[in-house]
Each structure stands twice: as C-alpha cells, then as structure tokens.
T-cell receptor
C-alpha cells in the first residue's frame, strides 16, 4: 500500500531563517506531487506541483521554492522566512485519477 | 480553470441529511467533480468523484445535473463526527496538467446534537 510521510510535524522558526520541509511517498512510482499551504481558518492554497523528477510548476509567486531530487521525494524550501509563511503545509500525491492523498502535514510558526 | 463556489458554512443536527451544493459554471468537457473532507489539523480525505448524473458510495452521494454546472454532495444521516470542512474540486484527471486541481475555501459543516 502507498504511504506518504512529512517531517517535521511541527516547526517554530524565526523570521529570516531558512526552511526545509520534506515529503516522501512509498509504494508507488512516478506520482504527481503537490505542496499546499493552509493559513489559519483559510482554504488550501496550491503552492507547487510536480509531474516528474526535476519538473516543478509554481502556482503562486512567493519566497518559497520546491525541488524534486528523486521520484518520490518532494522538498519545500525558503531562504528567508516571512511572518506570512506561517501555516499548515500539506504534501499530497496522486496517480492517474485526480484523487489526491495527503500527508499528515507540518505546522509552521514563524515568529 | 474551472472555479468553484460553495457556501462558507452550514449547520445541521444529528440524523439529518445534509446537501452541500457547489457551482462550477465554467466546467470543461473533460473535468470531473471531486469532493474532499478535512478535519482540523489533518489533510483532506477523498469522499467521492463523479462526471455526470449520480454517484453513490458507502459515505455519500453526488448528484450532477445534465448541464454539469453544479453538483450536490449529499451526506445521509450525519453524525457529530461529520463536522468538517468539505471541498469541491473540478479538474481533468487525465489531462496531464495537475495545476488545475484547485481547492476553494470549502464549506464548514457543523453538526449539532
């Protein structure tokens, strides 16, 4: 069966510090991968998606970036965090259908 | 991109049937309609997906009229544990471009005893 992992589960970072969130998927090959952000009380905002290694599409201009160094690994990064980057970050994967399977999420607080 | 519009919130009582409607006037020919459920501090979970007419599974039913410009998620006999945010999405699952799978703000359903 397929599983999706995210870490860390929670993170508190100062403004201006770097960020690296990791997502890995097991049990499937060549998945589509997604990064979402959900601010408090808000809907899900698609940040990045990837259909293959090294292929990243950005949906929203921001100080975040994403990389896919391996088929089942998706990384969300920032060189300098802003207060507005606080939120709940979710990684998801999908195969042929548009059913997306979400990870447990990372709650990021920027102080 | 097919944009969706849903009510921001709905209230219900245990045992009632709840119907949440989603408008998607610009739905494309190849788009499917998918609904997700999200509990606080968790990722969304797939509920049901359909293309036209009616789809039913063990959790919910999805009604889609002939013009496909709207859809209704029906939850039979809700319980307190159905309190969650429900998202409606439209997109082409086989089109290769995954960026059109947009989550709106969803509908916050509150089920009361």
């Amino acid at each position: 069966s397929q599983t999706i992992h995210q870490w860390p589960a929670t993170l508190v970072q100062p403004v201006g510090s770097p960020l690296s969130l990791e997502c890995t998927v097991e049990g499937t090959s060549n998945p589509n991968l997604y990064w979402y952000r959900q601010a408090a009380g808000r809907g899900l905002q698609l940040l990045f998606y990837s259909v293959g290694i090294g292929q990243i599409s950005s949906e929203v201009p921001q100080n975040l970036s994403a990389s896919r160094p391996q088929d089942r690994q998706f990384i969300l990064s920032s060189k300098k965090l802003l207060l507005s980057d606080s939120g709940f970050y979710l990684c998801a994967w999908s195969a042929l259908s548009n059913e997306q399977f979400f990870g447990p999420g990372t709650r990021l607080t920027v102080l | 991109l097919a944009k969706t519009t849903q009510p921001i919130s709905m209230d219900s009582y245990e045992g009632q049937e709840v119907n949440i409607t989603c408008s998607h006037n610009n739905i494309a020919t190849n788009d499917y309609i998918t609904w997700y459920q999200q509990f606080p501090s968790q990722g969304p979970r797939f509920i049901i997906q359909g293309y036209k007419t009616k789809v039913t599974n063990e959790v919910a039913s999805l009604f889609i009229p002939a013009d496909r410009k709207s859809s209704t998620l029906s939850l039979p006999r809700v319980s307190l544990s159905d309190t969650a945010v429900y998202y409606c999405l439209v997109g082409d699952p086989y089109g290769g471009s995954q960026g059109n799978l947009i989550f709106g703000k969803g509908t916050k359903l509150s089920v009361k005893p």
